[in-house]
């Protein structure tokens, strides 16, 4: 069985010109969402977290594919300086966060600290426990402020994650997707899955859900995330055709997948 059809609900992938086809409506949704968003001076920020190689970073790139740059941007921070790590741990992103009418990105986010830093020893388990505590408040301050949040968890079965490793080995186009890092995450699988499940069971709220998307099938996660992005705005001129419906068996809240 190929590695992608592991833990996955489909037999077949999603055919590419079905896929270039739908993403090309939804792309034009998601204009329509941003002019509604300028028009309103709507604060948008999405968050895109999961597993090493589960596609984040493909999908981010088809959301801002055809979007006004000036108008919507991606934040993908390095790691922290030394005057950062001095800081209130969510001051660094809060600078971060859009203007009126702005779409903001997050390629990885604050909830390092709820994966990343733990399971490989970068924040102490003290650090962590008041993360855990913060963030939940700190989204709710977002939220009631009236920015829009919407955090998407990207899932990878483990047999596909080390197969997208490899071919990040081989491809020298995409050596530079590939660190020491990646290989110790294929590693602690089980340390990162824990990591996961408590992150969900303290910030998964009604405030600030998280919303799991399957993508061993990288094409039907990435029409999924935007079909789930637009049928919760009710934007100028929506087309609910094109839009469709979020596919629940690639997309659902996390408690409930």
Request: net charge positive; proline share 5%.
């Amino acid at each position: 069985m190929e590695t992608w059809r592991e833990r996955y609900p489909y037999d077949e992938r999603m055919p590419r010109q079905e896929y270039e086809r739908t993403k090309r409506r939804l792309q034009i949704e998601l204009l329509k969402l941003q002019r509604w968003s300028i028009r309103t001076g709507a604060r948008h920020v999405i968050l895109f977290e999961g597993r090493d190689a589960a596609g984040k970073g493909g999908t981010i790139q088809r959301f801002m594919e055809h979007l006004n740059p000036r108008e919507a941007r991606v934040v993908a921070l390095e790691k922290p300086t030394a005057e950062e790590k001095s800081q209130w741990y969510f001051q660094r992103y809060v600078r971060h966060l859009p203007r009126a009418g702005e779409m903001v990105l997050f390629d990885r986010s604050w909830y390092n600290r709820a994966g990343v830093e733990p399971v490989m020893g970068f924040c102490t388990q003290q650090q962590h426990a008041e993360f855990m505590r913060q963030a939940p408040l700190f989204e709710q301050m977002l939220v009631n402020d009236g920015l829009l949040l919407t955090k998407f968890w990207f899932s990878v079965s483990p047999a596909e994650q080390r197969t997208r490793f490899a071919i990040r080995l081989i491809d020298p186009l995409r050596h530079w997707k590939f660190s020491t890092m990646d290989l110790q995450s294929a590693d602690r699988w089980d340390e990162y899955t824990r990591a996961k499940e408590t992150m969900f069971l303290a910030t998964d709220t009604d405030d600030a859900p998280w919303i799991v998307v399957k993508t061993n099938d990288k094409r039907r996660g990435r029409i999924n995330a935007m079909r789930y992005l637009l049928s919760t705005f009710e934007y100028d001129d929506k087309d609910p055709e094109a839009v469709g419906r979020p596919d629940p068996l690639i997309v659902g809240r996390a408690l409930e997948d």
